[in-house]
Structure formats: C-alpha cells, structure tokens
C-alpha cells in the first residue's frame, strides 16, 4: 500500500510518500520519495499574523506540484496537516479552502498537543532498552514538541511555543523559557536515571550528518553544545559557505541547537538519538493505523 503525508510547518512544507507492507507480523514503513519547500510562512505570520497573497500562492502552488506527485505515484490515501505558523494565521481558513479548492487535498490544522502526538507515531522509544526513559524533541520554526516515555509507557506529549523564527525575531519571552524549565524538570522528576533524547527535525539531522556518525549512535549533548558555539560564531552566509548549508537551514540550525540543549539539560539527558524521523512519518503511520481500523481489506500488501 503506498500513503502519502504532507506536513506544512513554519519554515517548510514536506510531502512524505511511502510504501506500507506487513512483514511477519510486522509493519514496515519504506521511503519512496520526500520533497520539502522551504516556504518559510514563520516569518510572515509570527509577526502580521497572516500569509500574505504572495505565500498565499506559494502555498497553493506547493500544494498543486504535490498533487501532480501523488498522482503519479499513484498514492489513494494521504493526510496532509499544518502547525505552528498556519495555527497562528487569521486566515489560515482562507487558505484552507483554497487549496481544497484548487487541488482537492483537505489540509487540517493540528494543534501542539496533536503534533506531539503524530511524532510520537514512529514508537522509537518502545524498540529500545526499556530500562531508560526516553524525551522525544521535535523543534520546528514555531513550536517545539515534547513527548515523555518511561517505564514502559507514554507519560506526557506538551508544545510549547518556543521555535526557531521565534527565536530569530526575538519573540521568545524568558517567562516562556522558564515555564517549559519548570514543566520539564517537574514532570520528568522520578525518571532522572539513563534518561534518553530522541531528536526529530531538520536540524538535528543536519548536525547529524555534519558529526560524520553511523546511524543508529547517539550525539552527546557536549557534542551539541560544540556545534552551537561553533556555528554561532559564523555569519548566515558564512555556514552556508563552509557547511554547504542551504540559507533556510543556515540561520535556524544555531536557535534550534540552543533549544535542544536547554531540553537535555532540563530533563538530565547526556544524549540524543537521531532516528530521521518527523511529523510526516508520524502522520503516515496513523493513517495507515485509520485504514486498517475502518477496513481490514485495506491492509498492506504481505511481503
């Protein structure tokens, strides 16, 4: 069975195609294609609160060439949603219906407290040791979302409004760091022991990648805490020029490093796993868990 996702954030827009099989008794979920554009609608919005007709356009063309891409990889079922930046716009109806209009994809707004959840689909946390606890971080342009596993079991999902364009135009307030301080500290509190991160977004992988590490091996947090000194005493254009760095990953990898760090050290995490996973991969899986509820027929083809 082949499902797409379309996740449009506040500094970009993802379509996740994917081919779904069962395998043994087990799901398995193989990346087909993943095109991203940057849209960058953080900008605009968290300071007009409203897309402009020139993103407006953007957003309504993106939509229409993924169109064109799920109907030639033949995808029947896709969930597309939206987060921080379009949670944020007074006319993100507006748009809604006019990308339903023009393409006839239903975009939903999700909330943060659903987007933790969606990320929380990919279950890292229940393949590893079950000894640890384990915090998933996933830190966008508008919000970061944070999801609590241990001993065996989900404990919280939370978001708070602290991203990376928020951080850029200084729209974070220290009120809004100290009360996710406090919520971290106090609802991780007991669970201190061989506590875990498990990293999502653009930007960890980017750092990932830069640390030359095999997959599957953790990035200390003294490793992150290297990179966002190091970064940050580079220029936009000179990460971009020593880092072969695109300009929309360039001037939000150094915000986004700083709120991974301050989680870690909040919740006593020594290290952060970096499965390259996201909200598109999250939607995915819940809507192959929909189908598989609403009709069994539907199952993915056996491999």
């Not at 796993?273 to 909200?279: A, Q, R, S, T």
């Amino acid at each position: 069975m082949r499902l797409g996702a379309i996740d449009i954030g506040s500094n970009a827009a993802r379509l996740l195609i994917s081919d779904v099989t069962e395998n043994n008794g087990r799901t398995e979920f193989n990346k087909v294609n993943l095109v991203r554009v940057p849209l960058r609608l953080g900008f605009e919005v968290f300071d007009q609160k409203e897309i402009s007709p020139r993103k407006t356009r953007m957003i309504v063309n993106t939509i229409k060439a993924y169109r064109c891409l799920l109907d030639a990889y033949e995808v029947k079922y896709l969930k597309a949603a939206a987060t921080s930046a379009m949670r944020d716009a007074v006319n993100a109806q507006y748009i809604i219906d006019h990308v339903r209009e023009e393409t006839g994809i239903q975009i939903e707004v999700i909330s943060g407290g659903e987007e933790a959840a969606f990320i929380y689909e990919n279950h890292i946390a229940e393949n590893l040791d079950k000894s640890n606890s384990y915090l998933y971080i996933d830190v966008g342009g508008g919000s970061t979302e944070l999801t609590f596993f241990a001993e065996n079991k989900l404990i919280f999902k939370e978001s708070f409004n602290i991203g990376t364009i928020r951080l850029l135009k200084n729209q974070v307030k220290e009120e809004q760091w100290l009360l996710m301080k406090e919520y971290i500290k106090r609802e991780t509190k007991g669970h201190y022991n061989d506590m875990v991160a498990i990293g999502s977004g653009g930007n960890i992988n980017k750092v990932f990648s830069l640390s030359k590490r095999k997959d599957g091996k953790s990035l200390p947090l003294d490793l992150l805490k290297d990179y966002h000194k190091e970064l940050g005493s580079f220029s936009v254009e000179e990460r971009m020029r020593a880092y072969k760095m695109r300009e929309d990953r360039a001037d939000v990898i150094v915000p986004a490093l700083l709120i991974y760090i301050n989680v870690m050290r909040w919740a006593n995490a020594n290290e952060i796993f970096v499965p390259k996973i996201g909200l598109a991969d999250g939607l995915i899986q819940n809507l192959y868990e929909e189908l598989k509820k609403k009709d069994p027929s539907l199952l993915a083809d056996r491999a």
